[in-house]
């Protein structure tokens, strides 16, 4: 029950968390970057300095973060203004040959899983039944390579940032790679389920064309939810919970591709904002499934592109 109970407290506190952030009218799951900061200054508290594209990843590893836990660390990059998405545990520093800076303090993030007892295999074993795991949910604590000093050269260096250009090389092969049913045309963007096709304007009708692939990506995330895909529930209509609920995944999907291909999109208008609320303060758990269910279509889209790997994302 003391587990339970830690649970859903860690729970709640990170959806309050999100939760204020969007009545605030900031989006969690936007890419935090920005403009370049002057030479010498990294940004203040609240101003990105020059923060570059991409999922958090370790430093050591190089394996990205996942589901909430890129909310919570773009959260953090986005408050500091931290010019790099690399983070280590404050034993990694050590053992890259760096320490934390006196003072800092660090991000927590969440792993869970599953764990079945020694107690529950053998009853499994006397009864022929199946073995029952238990969930549980663990904290620790990560340093951006920003916080660290004496770390190896590139572990804080900024990503090159994105050049301008109206056409996104490796967004179009990865849409050609998927095989989806994609359609270019009309004045609206959407995806049909019942016939499994995805439909979006020109790029020139974009007033930012940059905006058009982020739009491609959310409705690409929204075919993954196809019956033979990743079958998520896609039966609810225009203003209820379950189609917030898909909708919150498609807008975080596709702010997980942009970030993982290097496209930098404007923030889009928050057409969904209310239902997301009033889904999220009802239910601790589902930003949980919601990012969780949005890295998996990430993962799911980016498996098409043999450059691109989906890295199993965990500390």
Known sequence: MGNKGHRRRLNRRITDRIVAELEAGRFPWVQPWGVAA????????????????GLPRNAITARRYSGVNILILWGSVIEHGWPTQNWLTFRQALAAGGVVRKGERGTCVVYADRFTPDTEK????????????IPFLKRFTLFNAAQCEGLPDGFSTPDAPLPERATMPAAERLIAATGADFRIGGERAFYAPSRDFVQVPPQPAFFEQINYYRTCLHELTHWTGHASRLARDQSGCFGSADYAREELVAEMGAAFLCAALGIVPTVRHADYLAGWLDVLRHDSRAIFRAASQASKAADFLLSFASDTPADELSP
């Open 122 to 133: 053998e009853r499994a074993r006397e009864t022929g039944d199946e073995a029952r795991a």
């Open 38 to 53: 002057a030479p010498g200054h990294s940004g203040a508290p609240g101003q990105p300095g020059a923060t570059a594209p």
